[in-house]
C-alpha cells in the first residue's frame, strides 16, 4: 500500500512512498528552510560586495597607478563579461552535477580570483583577474535562487527567493562603507583582501552545512543515500534505505538542460525571460552607472546627486519583498507586467522640467522600487518556470543574457552623455526598454495562463 509522508504526522516507515515535490510544498517553514535561506543570502551579499567593489576602489586605483579614471573601463566590462559567462556555463553543470557543487566551487573560485586581483600591478592584470573573478561571481548567484526555489514551499517561494536577493544590496552597501574606511587605513589592495577572504573562509561552512537540492537528488537512484541524509534534516526519521522515492518531474531526462530549455515547450518562455531581464538591467545598469553623474549636470549638488542615487538602491531592497510577496498571492507575470511599466512611466515623468529636489528623490524611490525589484522577481519567476531537470540551466541563461543587457546599459549611457544627451532625454527614453520588458512578461504571462509558478511536471512553459 502506498502512503505519501504527510509533513508533521507520523513516521512512515520502510514501506513509505514519498513525493519529494510535494513534500517540500507542504512542509512548513522551519528552521532548516531559515537556514538554506540564510547561506544563500550569506552567497548574494559576498557577491554583491565583490561586484561592486572595483567602483570603490576606482578613484584609488587611479591615483596610485596615475591614470585616468576612464582608462579603468577595461576593467569593469572584464568583470561583467566574467558574469555573463560564468551564468551561462553554471546552469548546465549545476543541472549535472548538483547545485551545491557548482556554488562551492563557484564561491571558492571568486574568492581565490578576489585575492589575486590584490596583486595586480597594471590595468591588463586586473582586467583578466576581475574577468576570472566575474566568472565566479556569475556562476554562484542564479544558483543560489534555483536552490532556495527548490527549497522554499510553493505558497511562499516568490518572496524567499527575492529576500535571498536583497543580500545583493546589502552586500553592496556594506562594501562602501567598508571599502571608504579600508582605503583610508590600509590602501585599496585591503578590499580585493577582504573580498576574497570572506567567500574562502565561507567556503568550509557551504560543505558543512548548505545541503543540495532534495528535487535534483530525486531524480537519479544512484543518489538515494544523499536524498535520505537531506530529508532526515529536514525531519529526523523521515526517510531510510527502504523508502521509495517519487519524482514528478521524470521526463526528456536524457536531454542536455540547454536543449530542453529551447525545446518547442519552453523555447517561447525562455526567449520572454530573457528579453524581459535583458531590457532590466540595461535600465538598471544604466542608473546605478550614471544616475548621480545626471542629476550632478542637471544643476543639483554633489551630495543631492549622491542621496538620489542611494533612494534609488533603497527602493530596490523595498520592492524586492514587496514583489515577491505579491507574487506569491496574485498572478506573478501580472505583477511583473505592471511593476516594470509603471518604473517607465516614473522615470518618464522623472525627464519631464520643474522638478525639485524632493520630487526627483521620491521618483528615484520610485523607479528602484519597480525596476530593482522587478528585476529580483524575474529571478523568482525563472526558478518557477523550469522544473528540476533544467531549472539552473533557465534561471542562469536568464541571468548570462540579462547581464549583456548590464553592459549595454552602462555603454549606452556613456554613449548618450557623450552624445550631449540631457537629463530629460535619457531618463525619456528609459521608458522604452521598460516597455518592452513589461510587454515581454505579460506575453509570456498570457501564453501559459496556467502556469503560476507551478510547473514540476508540466510540459508547456
Known amino acids: 500500500m502506498n502512503a505519501s509522508l504527510k509533513p508533521n504526522g507520523p513516521k512512515t516507515r520502510a514501506s513509505a512512498v514519498i513525493d519529494v515535490q510535494k513534500l517540500l510544498d507542504e512542509q512548513p517553514v522551519g528552521r532548516f528552510q531559515i537556514l538554506v535561506l540564510m547561506m544563500c543570502m550569506v552567497i548574494v551579499t559576498l557577491d554583491g560586495l565583490d561586484t561592486v567593489m572595483i567602483g570603490f576602489i576606482a578613484p584609488a586605483l587611479s591615483g596610485a597607478w596615475a591614470i585616468p579614471r576612464d582608462a579603468l573601463g577595461p576593467v569593469m566590462s572584464g568583470g561583467l563579461l566574467g558574469l555573463a559567462f560564468g551564468a551561462l556555463c553554471a546552469g548546465p553543470l549545476a543541472d549535472r552535477f548538483g547545485r551545491k557543487t557548482v556554488m562551492t566551487i563557484a564561491v571558492l573560485f571568486f574568492g581565490v580570483w578576489s585575492l589575486g586581483s590584490a596583486f595586480a600591478s597594471n590595468v591588463t592584470e586586473l582586467t583578466v583577474l576581475r574577468f576570472l573573478t566575474g566568472l565566479g561571481l556569475g556562476a554562484s548567484m542564479p544558483n543560489a535562487a534555483t536552490l532556495m526555489a527548490e527549497y522554499a514551499p510553493q505558497r511562499c517561494r516568490a518572496l524567499m527567493v527575492t529576500t535571498v536577493f536583497c543580500g545583493f544590496t546589502l552586500g553592496a552597501a556594506g562594501g562602501g562603507f567598508v571599502s ?34 532534495a528535487r535534483y537528488l530525486s531524480l537519479k537512484e544512484t543518489r538515494r543515500a544523499r536524498l535520505v541524509r537531506v530529508l532526515n534534516r529536514i525531519q529526523p526519521d523521515m526517510a531510510d534505505e527502504a523508502t521509495r522515492f517519487v519524482a514528478q518531474d521524470t521526463q526528456q531526462r536524457e536531454r542536455s538542460p540547454v536543449r530542453l530549455i529551447l525545446s518547442r515547450d519552453y523555447v517561447f518562455g525562455t526567449v520572454m525571460l530573457w528579453i524581459c531581464y535583458f531590457a532590466g538591467l540595461l535600465t538598471v545598469y544604466l542608473l546605478g552607472s550614471w544616475l ?32 515577491g510577496w505579491l507574487m506569491d498571492r496574485l498572478n506573478p507575470h501580472r505583477v511583473l507586467g505592471a511593476t516594470v511599466f509603471v518604473g517607465g512611466v516614473f522615470a518618464w515623468y522623472m525627464g519631464l522640467p520643474g522638478h525639485g529636489i524632493t520630487g526627483i528623490g521620491m521618483l528615484a524611490f520610485g523607479m528602484g522600487y519597480c525596476m530593482n525589484g522587478s528585476n529580483t522577481g524575474f529571478c ?23 547581464r549583456f543587457g548590464g553592459i549595454a546599459g552602462a555603454m549606452l549611457g556613456a554613449s548618450m552623455l557623450h552624445a550631449n544627451w540631457g537629463f530629460g532625454e535619457v531618463l525619456t527614453a528609459l521608458a522604452v526598454p521598460a516597455t518592452v520588458g513589461a510587454a515581454a512578461v505579460l506575453l509570456k504571462g498570457a501564453r501559459h495562463r496556467g502556469s503560476v509558478l507551478r510547473v514540476e511536471g508540466s510540459a508547456s512553459h
Open 380 to 402: 523568482a519567476l525563472a526558478a518557477g518556470s523550469y522544473p528540476t531537470r533544467m531549472r539552473a540551466t533557465g534561471t542562469s541563461w536568464m541571468f548570462g543574457i540579462g
Open 292 to 323: 548621480p553623474t545626471l542629476i550632478r549636470g542637471a544643476g543639483f549638488t554633489l551630495g543631492q546627486a549622491a542621496i538620489v542615487g542611494a533612494l534609488f538602491q533603497a527602493g530596490g531592497t523595498i520592492g524586492s519583498l514587496a514583489i
Open 180 to 213: 571608504a574606511w579600508l582605503i583610508a587605513a590600509y590602501g585599496w589592495h585591503s578590499v580585493l583582501i577582504l573580498g576574497g577572504v570572506l567567500p574562502i573562509l565561507y567556503v568550509p561552512l557551504m560543505i558543512k552545512w548548505l545541503p543540495e537540492s
